[in-house]
């Protein structure tokens, strides 16, 4: 019998990824999105290129808070885990409105934790982010390092975290994977579904890909002076597919094995400089991006990237692809798409 899997959040970047390889892996999937940063668009395209196993697909637009609504999807539908990704990302948007992250991302999750215990359903995946480990003392970040927010978004990370820790110490039967993701880059091969960030984008690859679309003029390098080979921050980026693929892994672990409440890094375990990154985009689509130098972005940490080890180890999973392959695919994504999902009125 195919496994019915939850996925909250699956409209978004991620999520969007993350169910195609699921329903191309044979899990029936079901998503809840009140698509606040989202389009149903990516759902759609997600069906097609799913083709036949498209139809394993169901949507409901919602919102975790809405307990009612939740209850009754529980009580029509059994499933047989979760992936949570839906939450609120943009970490300077968390500095300006704090309560609205942690209304969002905490209520959010602790309605859906409430609801899944109360049907039985002690199995689930959550979106965690290497924003935990802060500025980290050395590299790789190990899981065992000591964690620590700088922001509002962080701290619901951090939380969330405890959260999960709490609940699995108060009742065994529960099965949790804390995935610490990296830097997600790229698209799906197809360039059909991508990133289509809101407003202006707050990541480094959504930026440039808007410079190189034209719909920025040039992309602002925060902090030369960090000591790294070239002077840029240094990130370990991670192609949004291998990405998806860590969540089918995680889901294989939490079905197959008896793994109480554990978190794996997902990244490639290699850093690349800011300029290393837009010399690579450079490469893949021919388009010159236009740099202005400038000073370090507050809370921004020098050189951050992931030991894989335990991820290979207990998982089973690595990341395939490199940062050549990120650029490709996001190109393909970005000139097939220069508005996102959206038109360009839509967008500013
Ligand atoms: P995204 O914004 O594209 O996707 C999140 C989705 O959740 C969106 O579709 C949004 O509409 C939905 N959502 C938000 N609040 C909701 C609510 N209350 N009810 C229902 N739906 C809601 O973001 P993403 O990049 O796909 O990230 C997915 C998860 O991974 C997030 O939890 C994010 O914090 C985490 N994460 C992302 C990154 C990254 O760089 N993209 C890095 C580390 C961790
Ligand atoms: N960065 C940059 N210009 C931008 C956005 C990001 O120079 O417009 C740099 C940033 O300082 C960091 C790296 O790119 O060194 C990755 O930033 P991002 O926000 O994508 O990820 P995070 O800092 O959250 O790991």
Redesign the pocket.
């Known amino acids: 019998m195919a496994k019915t899997i939850l996925v909250?959040?699956g409209?978004?970047?991620?999520?969007s990824h993350t169910v195609l390889q699921l329903l191309l892996g044979g899990f029936k999937t079901v998503v809840?999105?009140?698509?606040?940063?989202?389009s149903d668009i990516s759902i759609k395209r997600v069906t097609e290129l799913a083709g036949e196993y498209g139809q394993n697909l169901i949507f409901h637009k919602?919102?975790?808070?809405d307990k009612p609504a939740l209850e009754q999807l529980f009580a029509s539908t059994t499933f047989d885990a979760v992936i949570h990704?839906?939450?609120?990302?943009a970490v300077g948007e968390s500095v300006q409105k704090p309560l609205l992250y942690y209304n969002?991302n905490l209520i959010?999750t602790i309605v859906l934790l409430e609801v899944m215990a109360a049907h039985g359903c002690k199995k689930l995946v959550f979106?965690s982010?290497a924003t935990v480990y802060g500025w980290p003392k050395e590299v790789p970040c190990t899981e065992e390092f000591p964690l620590s927010a700088t922001n509002p978004y962080g701290q619901t990370k951090l939380f969330i975290e405890e959260i999960c820790r709490d609940i699995y110490r108060s009742d065994a039967e529960w099965k949790i994977i804390l995935l610490r993701?990296f830097?997600?880059v790229g698209a799906h091969s197809s360039g059909y579904i991508g990133e289509d960030p809101r407003g202006i984008p707050n990541?480094l690859m959504p930026f440039v890909q808007q410079v190189a679309v034209g719909r920025r003029p040039a992309l602002t390098v925060f902090g030369t002076d960090y000591s790294t080979k070239d002077g840029t921050g240094v990130r370990d980026y991670i192609h949004v597919v291998d990405l998806a693929d860590g969540h089918t892994a995680a889901l294989c672990k939490l079905f197959d094995s008896n793994i109480g409440c554990e978190v794996y890094n997902l990244g490639t375990g290699k850093g690349t400089s800011v300029l290393e990154m837009v010399a690579a985009f450079e490469k893949a689509s021919g388009k010159k991006i236009p740099l202005q130098m400038a000073g370090r972005r507050p809370g921004d940490a020098e050189i951050v990237y992931a030991s894989t080890d335990k991820a290979e180890r207990e998982l089973n999973w690595k990341a395939k692809f490199g940062v050549n392959e990120m650029c490709r695919d996001q190109w393909n994504w970005a000139s097939k798409n220069p508005y996102g999902y959206g038109s360009p009125d839509s967008t500013d």
């Open positions: 909250t959040g409209a978004g970047y991620i999520g809840v999105d009140n698509l606040d940063n989202s919602m919102d975790l808070r990704f839906a939450g609120l990302k969002n959010g979106s982010s993701y830097n997600p990541n």
